[in-house]
């Protein structure tokens, strides 16, 4: 049976609120144990377990801080969901390969989800405004 628009919501807030709590196990725990975590552009490519996923959310964490997400725009499908939101915080680390130096950092993502009758995260595809982020943090 397919998920409600509302069940979906509730999922992704509570993996949003487990990333602003930089809470690893957290957001592990609402991907399905086989998910298919795919940051385009993430050096390693498409991670296809929640044990894969885990570095991502390690490097994440320490290069941004202070994160906050805000959901601009939802759209929903039959087990899925896209969602378009605003991340702003502080980028403290080597955020995609760039200095951050503490600074603002605010940009742009959209999420593809899938999810498993059970509620899960089957598939998490992520895409980011790189280009606003570089004009951001500027290197040199």
């Known amino acids: 049976m397919a998920l409600t628009r509302e069940e979906m919501d509730r999922k992704i807030d509570e993996h949003f609120s487990f990333e602003a709590r930089d809470d690893i196990d ?30 991502f959310y390690e490097a994440l964490f320490a290069d941004l801080s202070d994160g906050q997400v805000q959901n601009l725009k939802r759209y929903y499908g039959d087990g899925f969901m896209v969602d378009e939101s605003l991340w702003s915080g502080k980028a403290v680390g080597t955020p995609f390969g760039l200095e951050g130096k503490g600074r603002p950092l605010e940009f742009r993502l959209l999420h593809v989800f899938e999810f498993t009758d059970k509620g899960d995260i089957q598939r998490e595809n992520v895409w980011l405004d790189l280009a606003a982020i570089m004009r951001q943090l500027p290197q040199g």
């Open 26 to 55: 957290g957001v592990l725990a609402t991907l399905a144990p086989d998910v298919e975590h795919d940051i385009v552009g993430w050096p390693t490519g498409p991670a296809h377990d929640r044990a894969g996923a885990r570095g």
